[in-house]
């Protein structure tokens, strides 16, 4: 489903964030990506969003190469793949209901699919009850949650969460984790990139770890090994 | 069909709220964009003052010829014809001996001894006379020119022409057409440099506006939004900064002109600011809504590109 062929990627400065990398993602896998920071996790998303272009290699998803896109197509693809970041990325003048219907009118959903799934989506997430909050309102580990929220509503084939648990205490990053798996179990497939150790080895799916722009290690069911 | 407009709806919607949102912004913008169509519309009374100005003035210019007294009517009739048959001529009036003698005794009624003395002469010492108006000032010369080789070629049998007055104000009406011309030539420029000052004001301010919303429109390009669904509601901002501008200088412009408008009267030959502005106040609505609009959109189209870029 998602295909890494030879993907380089060398910053005008001559700094490598990524080199040679070659690996595949199946659907409805859960594929974790771990490394320090600067091992070039962000910049494998950024890629796969496009947007970034590869120095070398080209990314893939299905069939479609991802940097031939036109504009139009690239615009399908990113609403086929749901972005969660460390820092939310909530807009924090709209409360959590509107800022997750914001993100379903503008993949053009109808007003009766807004006021039908936002709620459902919430439950999901355990946020329910916070639906007229604003983010300031909500602590970390419920802002993330309607950042999920918002990444799943418009239904994507994949779920891509970038270092979610960052800035969360261990309690809140568990939370976090199963949300995400029980997002998987229900068919999506999800990337998630982390550097933390305890959440890879909770999960027991496969690993990719990175170190210095490379893939060291591809296990199937694998552990934070560093 | 039902896609587009639900579209339609949520972009309006969604400019509605940006440009409450951001008041002081939307202010900001407002209050430049009053200042551009401020300049606009002072630049339309600028036009409408001088044209009426110029008009006055070129309707003072024209050339008189006088005949001598023993000149005949078909003579010059004739000559009136063929005067009117000029393509640069407007219009030829002609004054017989007869009514310039009325209109001589009428401008003298209260002088006695004028009039005595004419009285005296027994004879009607007044030629006739064909008052010339030409369509555009700068053709006079060639109607006087005409008039002269006309008056030379028959010099020699018995000219019918006295005198032809063009020559003694030919002075002044070169000047004029000079300050008619570089007046218009002048006015483009100020127009122009004016014009693009303002649009490019607009524009940073309304970049300003768009720069505050980079988060969400990158979470909208993250949700794969359309360009024109991300665009939309800035534009629909610009045109509202643009409409109610508009709308506030047309108010302003109401005691502006009107405190303007004895002075203007004055000092420029009849034209009054404020009966002109009620007058063409249609015009001056399509004008200043529609430069306000159109400034406001492309300002904001041009402004939002730099955070649509994928």
Redesign the interface.
């Known amino acids: 489903m998602i295909y890494f062929d030879k993907v380089s990627k060398i910053y005008p400065d001559n700094s490598v964030a990524l080199e040679n990398v070659t690996f595949t993602i199946s659907p409805k896998e859960f594929v974790s990506v771990v490394g320090h920071s600067g091992a070039g996790k962000t910049t494998l998303v950024k890629m796969l ?3 970034d272009k590869p120095s070398e290699g080209s990314v893939f998803y299905g069939s479609q190469n991802v940097q031939t896109l036109s ?2 197509e ?6 086929k793949i749901g ?1 969660v970041f460390q820092d939310y ?1 909530l ?1 924090p ?1 709209k409360n959590i209901y509107e800022n997750i219907a ?2 379903m ?4 959903r ?2 009766e699919e807004i006021e039908a799934d936002v709620p459902h989506v919430l439950d999901l997430v355990n946020l329910g009850n916070k639906i007229w909050n604003f983010p300031h309102e909500l602590s970390g580990g419920e802002k993330q949650r309607a950042a999920i929220a ?1 990444a799943i509503v ?1 239904q994507p084939e994949v779920v891509v969460a970038d270092e979610p648990t960052g800035n969360l205490d261990p309690v809140n990053t568990y939370e976090i984790v199963q949300i995400l798996k029980k997002i998987n179990d229900l068919g999506t497939t999800v990337i998630l990139t982390t550097h933390n150790k305890g959440v890879i080895d909770s999960l027991g799916k496969r690993v990719i770890t990175m170190e210095n722009g490379r893939i060291v290690r591809d296990d199937k069911s694998g552990r934070y090994v560093l | 069909m ?2 587009f407009s ?2 339609t709806r ?1 972009i309006v919607k969604t400019g509605f709220f940006n440009f409450w ?1 951001n008041g002081f912004v939307s202010l900001s913008s407002i209050v430049v964009m009053i200042v551009t169509l401020s300049v606009i519309g002072g630049l339309v009374f600028l036009s409408a003052i001088l044209n009426s100005t110029l008009t006055e003035i070129k309707n003072k210019v024209d050339i008189n010829v006088y005949f001598v007294t023993s000149a005949g009517e078909d003579q010059i009739l004739s000559l009136k014809k063929t005067i009117e048959g000029l393509p640069e001529v407007a219009e030829v009036t002609y004054t017989s001996r007869e009514e310039a003698l009325v209109e001589f005794r009428q401008t003298h009624a209260n002088d006695e001894v004028t009039l005595q003395a004419l009285d005296e002469l027994g004879d009607n010492p007044l030629g006739a006379t064909l008052n010339i108006r030409a369509k555009d000032p700068s053709q006079y010369e060639g109607i006087a020119k005409f008039l002269t080789n006309r008056t030379s070629l028959s010099a020699g049998s018995s000219s019918v022409i006295d005198k032809i007055n063009y020559f003694q104000n030919k002075t002044a009406i070169d000047r004029l057409s000079r300050i008619i011309d570089s007046a218009n030539r002048l006015g483009l420029v100020v127009i122009l440099v004016l014009a693009i000052i303002s649009v490019i004001i607009t524009f940073n301010t309304i970049r300003l506006a768009i720069f505050i919303s980079r ?2 429109i ?10 024109s ?2 665009r939309g509601p800035f534009v629909v901002a610009g045109l509202m900064y643009g409409a109610v501008a508009a709308i506030i200088t047309l108010i302003l412009f109401f005691p502006a002109t009107y405190w303007l408008g004895g002075a203007t009267q004055n000092f420029f030959i009849g034209l009054n600011v404020f009966s002109y502005y009620l007058k063409n106040f249609g015009q001056f609505f399509l004008i200043l809504v529609g430069s306000g609009a159109l400034i406001g959109a492309v300002s904001s189209i041009f402004a939002a590109r730099k955070y649509l870029k ?1």
């Open positions: 969003l496009a947007e504009k139009k690239l615009n399908e693809l990113r609403r972005v990325r807009l003048y914001f993100s009118e503008a993949a053009g109808t007003d918002r418009n | 039902a896609f639900t579209n949520r949102r988060d969400e990158s979470v909208m390009r993250l949700v794969g939004a359309e360009q669904y991300i994928v």
